[in-house]
């Protein structure tokens, strides 16, 4: 049972009938679920990542002190913390993590304020543009049980994806930077005789490849730790972690760079036919480098466009 599971679980037995027994006047007001930070919001942890941080709790989430009031508040906090100490086998923690409560009673324009700078879900094409992605990951991850009042759901929705204007921005800066790395630098390092800045050049263009990859598929990219195992599960071009991790592991030695410096052009080859398949690009080539440009031209907003290309990197 991964995190995910044992959240709803321990809800369904004992939060939600806490909240029909103690709060039925509340209950209109309340959204429930699991999203936000660590692994588990995401599904992806295991053994190793519950030594911390890790219990069978949920997200309580209110409105504004004009709805629901501190008193009322107080008194659902105290009744979560009332509920069982232990579920499953998994202890609940007596100490908050490090940077906050991620769990129990939250007030929703707080918690989405926190990650993403707007409380109601509205943001600027500037703030778009300066937002991690990991924060917009951990504001529209896991999973709501119920949403009453509709706000958190509302606001989940606004962020969801990138405006298309600024997802082109981001992709065309991406699409730039590989070809820089891959399929201009590394064979250059190379050639220098400088294995550790070709291996350099690698890690450059498998970060951009992934933020490419998310981007094409309308994700957010969540925490570098978690970036491989996420786009193992996208719909689109999930097979280039394979090749990606490839790219990383394997040395630059003579007798290796060669096919690395094939892989990074099969990567592009790969990417630049999902881009013709989105329309995203007027290009007729294998150089990434014409397709970012292409993909910077397609975008409608004047000033976004005419903004330097790696201005949403």
């Known amino acids: 049972m991964n995190g995910l599971e044992l959240s709803r679980a321990f809800y369904e037995e004992y939060g939600r009938p806490m909240l029909e027994a103690d709060f039925p006047e509340l209950l209109p007001h309340l959204a429930a679920g699991l999203f936000g930070s660590g692994s588990e919001c995401f599904g992806f942890d295991d053994e190793v990542s519950r030594d911390h941080d890790f219990e069978p709790g949920f997200c309580?989430?209110?409105?504004?002190?004009?709805?629901?009031?501190?008193?009322?508040?107080?008194?659902?906090?105290?009744?979560?913390?009332?509920?069982?100490?232990?579920?499953?086998?998994?202890?609940?923690?007596l100490m908050q993590p490090v940077g906050g409560?991620?769990?129990?009673?939250?007030?929703?324009?707080?918690?989405?304020?926190?990650?993403?700078?707007?409380?109601?879900?509205l943001l600027s094409t500037a703030q778009w543009l300066q937002l991690p992605e990991q924060a917009l990951a951990e504001a529209t991850n896991g999973e709501?049980?119920?949403?009453?009042?509709?706000?958190?759901?509302?606001?989940?929705?606004?962020?969801?994806?990138?405006?298309?204007?600024?997802?082109?921005?981001?992709?065309?800066?991406q699409l730039l930077l590989m070809a820089q790395a891959?399929?201009?630098?590394?064979?250059?390092?190379?050639?220098?005789?400088?294995?550790?800045?070709?291996?350099?050049?690698?890690?450059?263009?498998v970060k951009s490849?992934?933020?490419?990859?998310?981007l094409l598929n309308r994700r957010y990219r969540p925490y570098y730790k978690?970036?491989?195992?996420?786009?193992?599960r996208l719909p689109k071009?999930?097979?280039?972690?394979?090749?990606?991790?490839?790219?990383?592991?394997?040395?630059?030695?003579?007798?290796?760079a060669g096919a690395k410096?094939?892989?990074?052009?099969?990567?592009?080859?790969?990417?630049?036919?999902?881009?013709?398949?989105?329309?995203l690009t007027k290009a007729v080539c294998g150089d990434l480098e014409k397709h970012a440009y292409s993909v910077n031209d397609g975008i409608p907003d004047a000033e976004l466009r005419n903004a330097h290309i790696l201005s949403a990197i």
């Not at 049980?145 to 065309?172: H, S």
């Not at 490849?209 to 998310?214: I, S, Y």
């Not at 978690?226 to 193992?232: D, I, L, Q, T």
Request: charged share 30%; aromatic share 10%; with cysteine.
């Open 209 to 214: 490849t992934m933020a490419a990859v998310f």
């Open 261 to 279: 410096y094939d892989v990074i052009e099969s990567i592009a080859s790969d990417v630049i036919a999902e881009l013709m398949e989105q329309g």
């Open 182 to 205: 891959g399929q201009y630098n590394y064979r250059r390092c190379i050639a220098h005789g400088e294995p550790a800045a070709a291996q350099l050049a690698v890690c450059e263009y």
């Open 226 to 232: 978690w970036s491989f195992r996420a786009m193992r």
């Open 237 to 256: 071009l999930p097979l280039l972690a394979e090749l990606l991790e490839y790219l990383l592991t394997t040395g630059n030695e003579a007798e290796t």
């Open 101 to 121: 409560a991620r769990r129990g009673v939250l007030r929703t324009e707080e918690f989405f304020l926190e990650k993403t700078g707007s409380s109601d879900g």
């Open 144 to 173: 709501v049980y119920f949403d009453n009042r509709g706000d958190v759901t509302r606001i989940r929705q606004a962020l969801a994806c990138f405006p298309e204007d600024v997802r082109r921005k981001k992709l065309a800066g």
């Open 60 to 93: 309580l989430f209110l409105p504004g002190e004009d709805i629901v009031d501190r008193r009322t508040a107080f008194l659902l906090e105290r009744a979560y913390a009332k509920l069982p100490k232990e579920f499953r086998g998994v202890r609940r923690p």
